[in-house]
């Protein structure tokens, strides 16, 4: 399995312009997606693929995460070039595929990292370079895909995340987009439930087209609660202004936090009763209860909670 790493915003950055990568290197973002399928025309992307080089050569930039580029489909013929390019620069973490049909799409890109980067495999991290695995992350964006996501989850150990490409879906199905969002309700519930069921630590929601004014930021709020409340961890994002409220509605918030710490602390308490399921302010806690109780302090801590302090707050809570 692939390291995870908490993608509360994808933000995607033309790599066919250098100015536009400069400026993403002062951002405070997730993961950054230097884009080099449907934002470069054909004639540019050697010039793309040499830009990236670059600027993955760098000193990483203190404010994001993860660094990653969306190569061309593998169907488009373009895919190898970009990944024996791209797979030189030193500070790559993760690649992402569009148009991902079926598991020979990810055995493909699966085959080339092994044979690329042999030391950043998922079973090797701490060989070679020392570095962190390579992470690969699957776009969604077909009838066919969906029906095929069983075979996708499992085809790559790489794998660390599903994303739901809602526009290329609309014209798959030939169906339009509402602000309701109601027409992906089958394809978003399916693709953040495969998430979980294979255990991909990230599910990435659809690009929300609004970014301008207070009405568009209103519209980018809803759509990441809705997301949020299918299951999904984060959400793809085509302007910088569209950061600061997707990491926040995708954080967990502070009472979240402490209902966590209570859980946590309780729990050891009642395993040192000898007891298996005990209450909580009237509710029984359980080993799920437990687990989610767990992975929201996880959460906490890469989103900057000091979990810690927390912990000690709450540390006389008893099970009832």
Same mark, same amino acid.
Not at 37 to 56: G, W
Not at 83 to 111: G, M, R, W, Y
């Given at each position: 399995?692939?390291?995870?790493?908490?993608?509360?915003?994808?933000?995607?950055?033309?790599? !066919?312009?250098?100015?536009?990568?400069?400026?993403?290197?002062?951002?405070?973002?997730?993961? &950054?997606?230097?884009?080099?399928?449907?934002?470069?025309?054909?004639?540019?992307?050697?010039?793309?693929?040499?830009?990236?080089?670059?600027?993955?050569?760098?000193?990483?930039?203190?404010?994001?995460?993860?660094?990653?580029?969306?190569?061309?489909?593998?169907?488009?013929?373009?895919?190898?070039?970009?990944?024996?390019? &791209?797979?030189?620069?030193?500070?790559?973490?993760?690649?992402?595929?569009?148009?991902?049909?079926?598991?020979?799409?990810?055995?493909? &890109?699966?085959?080339?990292?092994?044979?690329?980067?042999?030391?950043?495999?998922?079973?090797?991290?701490?060989?070679?370079?020392?570095?962190?695995?390579?992470?690969?992350?699957?776009?969604?964006?077909?009838?066919?895909?969906?029906?095929?996501?069983? !075979?996708?989850?499992?085809?790559?150990?790489?794998?660390?995340?599903?994303?739901?490409?809602?526009?290329?879906?609309?014209? =798959?199905?030939?169906?339009?987009?509402?602000?309701?969002?109601?027409?992906?309700?089958?394809?978003?519930?399916?693709?953040?439930?495969?998430?979980?069921?294979?255990?991909?630590?990230?599910?990435? =929601?659809?690009?929300?087209? !609004?970014?301008?004014?207070?009405?568009?930021?209103?519209?980018?709020?809803?759509?990441?609660?809705?997301?949020? =409340?299918?299951?999904?961890?984060?959400?793809?994002?085509?302007?910088?202004?569209? &950061?600061?409220?997707?990491?926040?509605?995708?954080?967990?918030?502070?009472?979240?936090?402490?209902?966590?710490?209570?859980?946590?602390?309780?729990?050891?308490?009642?395993?040192?009763?000898?007891?298996?399921?005990?209450?909580?302010?009237?509710?029984?806690?359980?080993?799920?209860?437990?687990?989610?109780?767990?992975?929201?302090?996880?959460?906490?801590?890469?989103?900057?909670?000091?979990?810690?302090?927390?912990?000690?707050?709450?540390?006389?809570?008893?099970?009832?």
């Amino acid at each position: 399995m692939a390291s995870a790493v908490v993608r509360r915003a994808l933000l995607y950055v033309p790599a !066919s312009s250098r100015k536009m990568l400069d400026k993403s290197r002062g951002l405070s973002v997730d993961c &950054v997606a230097y884009d080099l399928e449907d934002s470069v025309t054909p004639s540019m992307k050697p010039e793309a693929r040499r830009n990236l080089r670059e600027i993955l050569a760098l000193e990483r930039a203190q404010g994001i995460r993860e660094q990653a580029v969306r190569i061309n489909a593998v169907e488009s013929g373009l895919a190898l070039d970009d990944l024996v390019e &791209v797979l030189k620069a030193p500070n790559l973490d993760a690649i992402v595929v569009p148009k991902v049909q079926s598991a020979s799409d990810l055995h493909f &890109v699966t085959d080339v990292l092994r044979h690329t980067l042999p030391d950043r495999h998922p079973s090797s991290p701490t060989q070679g370079s020392g570095k962190e695995p390579i992470r690969v992350i699957a776009l969604i964006e077909s009838a066919r895909a969906l029906m095929d996501l069983s !075979s996708i989850c499992g085809a790559s150990p790489y794998l660390s995340g599903l994303v739901f490409a809602a526009e290329d879906f609309a014209l =798959d199905l030939s169906i339009r987009r509402t602000p309701s969002l109601q027409e992906f309700l089958y394809a978003r519930s399916a693709i953040s439930t495969a998430a979980r069921a294979f255990n991909l630590p990230s599910a990435i =929601d659809l690009v929300c087209t !609004s970014f301008k004014g207070e009405q568009g930021m209103k519209t980018l709020e809803a759509e990441c609660e809705g997301g949020k =409340d299918l299951g999904f961890n984060g959400k793809q994002l085509i302007h910088p202004s569209q &950061v600061e409220i997707t990491q926040r509605v995708f954080s967990p918030v502070e009472k979240e936090v402490e209902w966590a710490a209570r859980i946590v602390i309780g729990d050891q308490k009642a395993i040192d009763q000898g007891r298996g399921a005990w209450t909580m302010d009237g509710k029984m806690i359980d080993a799920p209860v437990v687990g989610k109780a767990r992975s929201i302090l996880d959460r906490g801590r890469v989103c900057g909670y000091d979990v810690d302090a927390v912990m000690t707050r709450w540390k006389g809570q008893e099970p009832e």
